[in-house]
């Protein structure tokens, strides 16, 4: 379930930052941690791992959405611009106001790719400290609903 709903957020973020004018132009790669797609090097990317987190309910399962944003630092010379510009398109995607469907958008998306599955909405928790406890490489944290059929 885990790579599947990898790629439905995938495809979730490829629609998503494509619509968004302040990366008009930009050249960056949007991976599944557990693709099998080779790491560009000289692109940003923007990796999703999914968590799937217990539950006490059969029926119900909370999947953790992490994303990273990484810059290698000899395409640009300031890495910490364009890491905060990947970083807002990351947290933009996520925010309701902006995208009125976003919930039913990744609902579509969790059915088409996570046979047995429906979607059950999403809790954007912001952005986390890494494992170190520091914000050096923070992660996007989204929680996911899903229902399984």
């Not at 990366?23 to 000289?42: F, H, N, Q, V, W």
């Not at 940003?44 to 909370?62: F, G, H, N, Q, R």
């Not at 611009?81 to 970083?87: F, G, R």
């Not at 494992?131 to 923070?138: I, R, T, V, Y």
Request: aromatic share 6%; charged share 25%; proline share 5%.
């Amino acid at each position: 379930m885990n790579v599947d709903l990898e790629r439905a957020i995938v495809r979730y973020y490829t629609t998503r930052l494509a619509a968004d004018t302040t990366l008009t132009g930009k050249t960056y790669t949007i991976l599944a941690s557990m693709g099998d797609d080779p790491i560009p090097e000289k692109t940003p990317v923007i990796t999703v791992k999914v968590t799937e987190t217990p539950s006490k309910m059969a029926t119900l399962v909370d999947a953790q959405v992490d994303t990273l944003v990484a810059v290698p630092m000899d395409i640009d010379a300031d890495a910490t611009a364009t890491v905060a510009l990947y970083e807002n398109a990351v947290r933009r995607a996520w925010d309701e106001i902006t995208h009125p469907t976003a919930t039913e958008d990744l609902n579509t998306l969790v059915e088409d790719e996570c046979e047995d599955y429906l979607g059950g909405g999403f809790d954007a928790q912001g952005w986390v400290k890494d494992q170190d406890g520091n914000m050096a490489l923070p992660t996007y944290r989204v929680h996911v609903g899903l229902v399984r059929g």
